[in-house]
């Protein structure tokens, strides 16, 4: 069985970025995350010992965007890595970040990267 657990559009303000401002006021950001793993004993128990629980996601994301980084890059593959570390039943990860308003001069819902890491 292919399964997954999600989080979407989690909105985080955060101080990411290259220009000097950025880094000092900060920014809203949106982080959505997918973890590939197996819930066929989840599923069956009704146990979240079986699982893992969005709400430990929740926390290692906050983690991560609390380190300020240049690059989205840099902290969506670092929030890949972690969960990938921390819980040696997920298979692959997804990390989805977006700064919700770039410093670009234009009008857009946001800019961002998708990283995704397997096993």
């Known amino acids: 069985m292919q399964s997954s657990i999600h989080i979407r559009n989690l ?3 955060a ?13 809203e950001y949106s982080v959505s995350l997918e973890v590939w793993l197996p819930l066929d004993k989840a599923a069956k128990s009704d146990q979240l010992g079986d699982t ?7 926390q290692v994301i906050v983690r991560e ?3 300020p980084s240049k690059l989205l890059e840099n902290v969506a593959w670092r929030i890949g890595k972690a969960i990938m570390s921390e819980y ?9 970040l977006t700064k919700l308003n770039p410093p670009m001069g234009a009008q857009c819902d ?6 995704k890491i397997e096993n």
Not at 15 to 27: A, I
Not at 52 to 58: K, W
Request: proline share 2%; aromatic share 10%; charged share 15%.
């Open 11 to 13: 909105r985080l303000y």
């Open 15 to 27: 101080y990411h970025g290259v220009m000097p401002q950025e880094q000092q006021v900060g920014g």
């Open 52 to 58: 893992v629980s969005y709400a430990e996601l929740y």
């Open 65 to 67: 965007m609390k380190q």
């Open 88 to 96: 040696a039943e997920i298979s692959a990860v997804e990390v989805r």
């Open 110 to 115: 946001g800019a961002g990267v998708c990283i």
